[in-house]
């Protein structure tokens, strides 16, 4: 469990993203967005429904296999759907076709599930959260538009979305070295989440192959940085992903811990989705 002073911490910091100032006009994002059911019932409070949507960029041809990166959000006590793709500001969905536009990252597609019942507490953030079971309903969605190229996906867990060692962005990773396992991300990127030692040892499961990429700012939620650093990435090759890297991420100016995911987004996207390299 996570000391008492951090959970204070975390539930000031995490509450911040309840604001909701304004709308983003739907034709910042040209392209698709479809919405599709995913685990109704253990992820969705009430009546909701279409908790899951994908997002096609622009460059995406019709019936082509394109990156998926998937987008698992933190904390939702206002059980709102779709959390940072809703249209209110900080939708990724511009940035992220903006990056396509500039030719910095390659034609890819955006996928994010909604947890709104039990979505307080981190540690049991997106329980049972299965990559495979989830890829299979993205391509469900694409209805023949796209479909997920299964080699190149990316898991990016925000807050909470990579607390849970054994669910979430972490599990995913974890799970990807199972016997049977269909997709094995290229990377995992955890934002500005949990650094416990039980999260190192789920990041260790994963496959060598995968990237597991840190970051963090330290202006609004203490953590043990230095020590989960040292335990991440300096454990023997072999017990886990070789690319291991955690940075902090500095210039962050109002409200760190939600303006450190889009600063990392534009960061790390052209290193792993390099047009020239797909």
């Given at each position: 469990?996570?000391?008492?002073?951090?959970?204070?911490?975390?539930?000031?910091?995490?509450?911040?993203?309840?604001?909701?100032?304004?709308?983003?006009?739907?034709?910042?994002?040209?392209?698709?967005?479809?919405?599709?059911?995913?685990?109704?019932?253990?992820?969705?409070?009430?009546?909701?429904?279409?908790?899951?949507?994908?997002?096609?960029?622009?460059?995406?041809?019709?019936?082509?296999?394109?990156?998926?990166?998937?987008?698992?959000?933190?904390?939702?006590?206002?059980?709102?759907?779709?959390?940072?793709?809703?249209?209110?500001?900080?939708?990724?969905?511009?940035?992220?076709?903006?990056?396509?536009?500039?030719?910095?990252?390659?034609?890819?597609?955006?996928?994010?599930?909604?947890?709104?019942?039990?979505?307080?507490?981190?540690?049991?953030?997106?329980?049972?959260?299965?990559?495979?079971?989830?890829?299979?309903?993205?391509?469900?969605?694409?209805?023949?538009?796209?479909?997920?190229?299964?080699?190149?996906?990316?898991?990016?867990?925000?807050?909470?979305?990579?607390?849970?060692?054994?669910?979430?962005?972490?599990?995913?990773?974890?799970?990807?070295?199972?016997?049977?396992?269909?997709?094995?991300?290229?990377?995992?990127?955890?934002?500005?989440?949990?650094?416990?030692?039980?999260?190192?040892?789920?990041?260790?499961?994963?496959?060598?192959?995968?990237?597991?990429?840190?970051?963090?700012?330290?202006?609004?939620?203490?953590?043990?940085?230095?020590?989960?650093?040292?335990?991440l990435e300096g454990a023997p090759l072999g017990s886990g992903p070789e690319d291991r890297h955690c940075e902090e991420v500095l210039g962050l100016k109002a409200m760190p811990h939600n303006a450190i995911l889009p600063a990392v987004l534009e960061h790390a996207l052209p290193e792993l989705l390099p047009?020239?390299?797909?």
């Open positions: 469990m996570l000391p008492a002073t951090w959970l204070g911490w975390l539930s000031a910091v995490l509450a911040l993203s309840a604001a909701k100032p304004g709308t983003v006009a739907p034709e910042a994002w040209p392209g698709r967005t479809a919405a599709f059911d995913f685990n109704t019932e253990r992820y969705l409070s009430g009546a909701q429904k279409n908790g899951a949507f994908v997002y096609v960029t622009d460059g995406v041809g019709d019936g082509a296999s394109a990156p998926l990166v998937v987008f698992l959000h933190g904390l939702n006590p206002q059980r709102a759907l779709h959390p940072w793709m809703n249209g209110d500001p900080g939708d990724l969905r511009p940035m992220m076709n903006a990056l396509v536009r500039s030719g910095q990252v390659a034609p890819f597609l955006l996928a994010a599930p909604t947890q709104s019942r039990s979505a307080t507490i981190p540690k049991i953030l997106w329980p049972d959260f299965d990559l495979d079971t989830f890829v299979d309903a993205v391509d469900g969605a694409l209805d023949g538009r796209a479909r997920v190229r299964v080699s190149r996906v990316i898991v990016v867990g925000h807050s909470g979305g990579a607390c849970n060692p054994r669910g979430g962005a972490v599990g995913a990773a974890a799970s990807a070295s199972r016997a049977g396992a269909r997709v094995v991300p290229m990377a995992l990127m955890s934002v500005d989440s949990c650094l416990e030692p039980e999260i190192v040892a789920s990041i260790l499961e994963a496959p060598a192959s995968m990237k597991a990429w840190v970051y963090w700012q330290k202006a609004t939620w203490p953590r043990p940085f230095e020590d989960f650093r040292h335990a047009p020239n390299a797909l």
